[in-house]
């Protein structure tokens, strides 16, 4: 978090840019993508293999339920 308040001042000081704040929802975004990434370096790690199937409408009901 420090490095990215570090990166915002000093774009906004070099470039003269003005801070967006792009909200909460952009946030957890980006957050949810990053943590899908790293599903299989993590599945490595214990040993799994990860194998990739189509998810059908009602699963992904059930898991924006979750």
Known sequence: MAHMLARLVYRMLKH??????K???CYEEKYR??????IP???KELGLEITLNPATAEQKFLVLQL
Do not use: C, H, L, W
């Open 16 to 21: 003269g840019e003005q801070y967006v704040d």
């Open 33 to 38: 993508a990053r943590e899908i990434r790293s």
């Open 23 to 25: 909200g909460m929802k």
């Open 41 to 43: 370096k993590k599945a």
